[in-house]
């Protein structure tokens, strides 16, 4: 019989019953927690890396922003498939090393003032597709690493060091940046993934690589990641309400990112905000985020799932509207911008976690990681397209008058949810649903941030 402490896994290996008690899990958890700060940090360093180290136009954070983003688009449809075939350790361990030395040579090249943008570019695609490759794969670690019954446990617990990754992650990256120059919080930020590769390189459980399902007798021989691809977009196409968030989410998705590189010019250039009030307006929407969260437990089963999904989104992507009008001191713009971004990081929790239940439950369980997928796919692909629009309408326009203009655009989120049947959901989910999951992953708005469902 096992101990009150203990457990015995299918392998035979005893395993704590809390996994705070399992060293290998607490290795994962720190490793975890240290590669998401710094991979949000770098979301902030890399393009005041630009803007104050390079002078970067507007065209050019652009562009960088959009390559950062471009392996979302690229790779999220076949990282899946691809960490299958290894073992989570060697995948996490290899992106935390690659990412250390990318930041970590961007950062002594900016002292040197050997770092150009061409150069500037390549680390943040490094960056982005190794995050890409982490991310998946530190989810593909904890099925193999804990007890199915203590999933729910491992899951919240990695997830809100995620939350708290969005959420300090930017101030800290703008901290860094006002208190000891860009370059150097470049190579600051090389710390945490390396932190994180150490943690992760201490993981001792035995891991095993899962059979492929579709050739459980051949694995050596790879599923057919195509033919499963196409079976995942042809049953969102098909249902009209993962069909309307699909929309909703590339509208959304273009938008926030064409205005998302605005921001970042206008918030140093026009509003002359220091690196760390910069971090500290957009951390907002982190807290922000934890109430939208509360929320979400609540107001869908009173006010109908439809009506709060249209009135959050117009609310936080509504409120962006008054932030071309702000002019004078930092002592009244920075008060303003924090008001701003917790109400758009209130109302775009809200958003994520209500389509999170609609789309579980209209989804069968054999289709739900795909599911996910395809919206993702779908919504973050139009992201590098709007980083760059935002760049050139920046350039052509003005940075004033290109904020309200993608600000504006942002509203066609909302549209297309209120024009829809999602619109009309009443307070119970449809019938057959899956048990709605309201502590899933975080998906704060903001600079790096890697949505799931988001929408508005």
């Known amino acids: 019989m096992p101990s009150t402490s203990s457990a015995v896994s299918d392998s035979g290996r005893s395993v704590p019953s809390s996994l705070w008690r399992d060293r290998d899990f607490r290795r994962l958890w720190v490793g975890q927690t240290a590669s998401q700060l710094g991979e949000h ?16 136009d507007a065209g050019e954070l652009g562009v960088l922003r959009a390559v950062g983003q471009a392996p979302l688009l690229l790779l999220s449809l076949f990282a899946g498939a691809w960490v299958d075939r290894w073992r989570t350790r060697t995948v996490m361990a290899a992106t935390d090393a690659g990412r250390t030395l990318m930041l970590g040579t961007a950062g002594v090249a900016g002292l040197f003032g050997w770092l150009g943008l061409p150069a500037l570019l390549v680390v943040a695609l490094a960056v982005g597709a190794l995050s890409v490759f982490f991310d998946v794969a530190y989810q593909a670690s904890v099925v193999r690493l804990v007890r199915r019954e203590r999933l729910l446990q491992g899951n919240s617990a990695l997830e809100g060091s995620r939350s708290a990754a969005q959420i300090g992650g930017p101030a800290l990256g703008g901290a860094l940046v006002s208190l000891l120059s860009a370059p150097v919080a470049a190579a600051s930020g090389a710390v945490f993934f390396a932190l994180s590769f150490l943690s992760i390189r201490r993981i001792r459980r035995t891991e095993s ?17 195509w033919r499963r691809i196409r079976k995942g977009l042809s049953f969102v196409v098909g249902d009209i309400s993962l069909r309307t968030v699909c929309l909703a989410s590339a509208a959304f998705q273009f938008s926030f990112a064409a205005m998302m590189t605005v921001y970042l010019l206008f918030l140093p250039r026009e509003l002359h905000l220091s690196g760390g009030a910069v971090g500290l307006a957009l951390a907002a929407t982190g807290p922000g985020a934890l109430l939208g969260a509360m929320l979400a437990a609540r107001l869908p089963s009173r006010f109908g ?52 239940a609609v789309r579980q439950a209209v989804t069968p369980d054999g289709m739900q990681g795909r599911a996910a997928a395809t919206i993702t796919f779908v919504g973050m692909g139009t992201a590098p397209l709007g980083s760059l629009l935002g760049g050139f ?49 975080s998906a704060v708005h903001g600079p790096g941030s890697r949505p799931s469902d988001d929408v508005g």
Request: hydrophobic share 50%; charged share 10%; with cysteine.
């Open 305 to 356: 799932y439809g009506p709060v999904l249209v009135s959050a989104a117009a609310l936080g992507d509504g409120v962006f509207l008054c932030v071309p009008a702000l002019h004078g001191s930092s002592a009244v713009t920075v008060p303003t911008l924090l008001a701003v971004n917790f109400v758009f990081g209130a109302a775009g929790q809200l958003v994520n976690v209500t389509v999170m």
């Open 393 to 441: 309408l920046a350039m052509g326009w003005g940075v004033r008058t290109s904020l309200l203009v993608t600000a504006a655009g942002m509203m066609l989120s909302p549209v297309v949810m209120a024009s829809s049947p999602l619109a009309r959901l009443g307070r119970a989910l449809p019938a057959g649903q899956n048990a709605p999951l309201t502590a899933g992953r």
């Open 41 to 56: 940090t770098a979301s902030i360093v890399l393009p005041l890396l630009a803007v104050l180290t390079l002078d970067a």
């Open 209 to 225: 690589i899962p059979e492929h399902p579709e050739h459980p007798e051949h694995p050596e021989r790879p599923p057919r990641v």
